[in-house]
């Protein structure tokens, strides 16, 4: 679905990305995973075209990303960032439909009637009490289910998701990925999700991109990138790495340095 061929990007001169090379299959969960400022918001963007790359190609099925036009693009993918919302006076209701913007004429009216798919989504996320609820009177953690379920309403074949558990408690972070994994697996979209919990990547993704200063530093299945060497050389800490008991995959226990 996705193929990133020798990609580098530079701000200003300075390089932020260099020589990526990875594919990403159709209904794959893809993680990406790195420090802080190691590029991977970056990543996400040139993914998206909001911004270019410089030197490489990033094909979307047949098409250079950049030959796509935008409203085309968005039929296709989206993007779920870290401050997705209008600022106040929306309704809940009315921000999930505004998901359904690229399928709209420019009258803004859309062919086949959506609103059974956003209650739909809006009892999946929870949010059915809500609905009529303005955005200054939620919590961030129900903005965030808000920003999701707006990003499902576009029903992309490609989800991009940037921090996605951010301001999320671990009950919330859990039934957001569990809600995405199973929209994922029911209708074969694809999804890439940088996360920052690299216990929660093990758990969700398929496959894992670990970036360090810009740099690939693996891609692979949980087991073959949550290595502790290679997370003690990225990060800079000594993990402990254990088997998760129930799913049989690694999770990283934190060694504190006091004494
Ligand atoms: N618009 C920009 N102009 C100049 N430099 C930028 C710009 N956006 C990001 N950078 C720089 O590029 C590098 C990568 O940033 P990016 O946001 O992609 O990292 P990240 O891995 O997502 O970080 P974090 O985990 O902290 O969110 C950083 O050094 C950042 O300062």
């Known amino acids: 679905m996705i193929r990133v061929v020798d990609v580098s990007k530079n701000y200003n001169g300075r390089s932020v990305l260099s020589s990526l090379n990875f594919s990403v299959e159709p209904g794959e969960f893809f993680g990406i995973i790195g420090p802080n400022g190691s590029g991977k918001s970056t990543l996400l963007k040139l ?113 991009l998701l940037d921090e996605p558990t951010t301001y999320l408690d671990i009950g919330y972070q859990i039934q957001l990925l569990d809600t995405v994994h199973r929209w994922q697996r029911t209708r074969q979209t694809t999804v890439i999700a940088v996360l920052h919990d690299l216990n929660l990547a093990s758990l969700y993704c398929d496959r894992i991109l670990l970036l360090n200063k810009g740099r690939q530093i693996g891609v692979g299945v949980p087991e073959e990138i949550l290595r502790a060497e290679l997370i003690k050389d990225v990060y800079g800490i000594e993990p402990i790495v254990l088997d998760h008991p129930v799913h049989e995959l690694p999770q990283i226990m934190l060694r504190s340095q006091r004494e």
């Open 47 to 159: 993914l998206s075209g909001v911004e270019s790359w410089g030197d490489g190609q990033i094909w979307l099925q047949e098409k250079l990303v950049s030959q796509y036009k935008r409203k085309d693009l968005a039929t296709w993918l989206a993007v779920l960032q870290q401050e997705p919302l209008p600022p106040v006076g929306f309704r809940v209701r009315e921000v999930v439909e505004m998901g359904r913007y690229p399928y709209q004429s420019w009258l803004g009216t859309e062919k086949a009637d959506s609103s059974d798919m956003i209650d739909d989504i809006l009892r999946t996320l929870r949010l059915d009490d809500l609905q009529d609820r303005t955005l200054e009177k939620l919590s961030g953690g129900e903005k965030q289910r808000v920003a999701l379920a707006k990003v499902l309403a576009q029903q992309p074949r490609l989800l």
